[in-house]
């Protein structure tokens, strides 16, 4: 018998003060209260989820490289590789790119710097 995941009503992100509330879940009554004194406290922007972005931002990853395909791309290219791999570590990055590092901004640099200037 499979076990439905339960969905959290809000997400709270502390680094950004923000409170993005899921409308498609019924809130309890003890979700309601608490997100209302976050929201009251002055201290938390609140935003809603939107369903429509989430597609819009699966179809647009949809053409973009993964992470396999791209250390693949970059087997041959060993400076350009460790590079990627750098720039992709978060813990103790030495490298990063626009001032931010991780997957997103790795695959950010790999097509501009390495694929886009292929072309």
């Given at each position: 018998?499979?076990?439905?995941?339960?969905?959290?009503?809000?997400?709270?992100?502390?680094?950004?003060?923000?409170?993005?509330?899921?409308?498609?879940?019924?809130?309890?009554a003890a979700?309601?209260?608490?997100?209302?004194?976050?929201?009251?406290s002055g201290?938390y922007?609140?935003?809603q989820?939107?369903?429509?972005?989430?597609?819009?931002?699966?179809?647009?990853?949809?053409?973009?490289?993964?992470?396999?395909?791209?250390?693949?791309?970059?087997?041959?290219?060993?400076?350009?590789?460790?590079?990627?791999?750098?720039?992709?570590?978060?813990?103790?990055?030495?490298?990063?790119?626009?001032?931010?590092?991780?997957?997103?901004?790795?695959?950010?640099?790999?097509?501009?710097e390495?694929?886009?200037?292929?072309?």
């Amino acid at each position: 018998m499979a076990t439905k995941k339960k969905q959290k009503y809000f997400e709270i992100d502390e680094q950004k003060k923000v409170i993005t509330l899921d409308m498609s879940v019924k809130p309890s009554a003890a979700d309601e209260k608490f997100v209302g004194i976050l929201i009251a406290s002055g201290a938390y922007k609140v935003r809603q989820k939107s369903e429509e972005k989430a597609k819009q931002m699966k179809a647009r990853a949809k053409g973009l490289p993964t992470d396999k395909a791209i250390l693949e791309a970059l087997a041959k290219d060993e400076k350009n590789l460790a590079m990627y791999k750098a720039i992709k570590q978060v813990k103790d990055a030495t490298e990063s790119y626009n001032g931010k590092n991780g997957f997103f901004a790795a695959r950010s640099w790999y097509l501009k710097e390495v694929v886009g200037k292929k072309k």
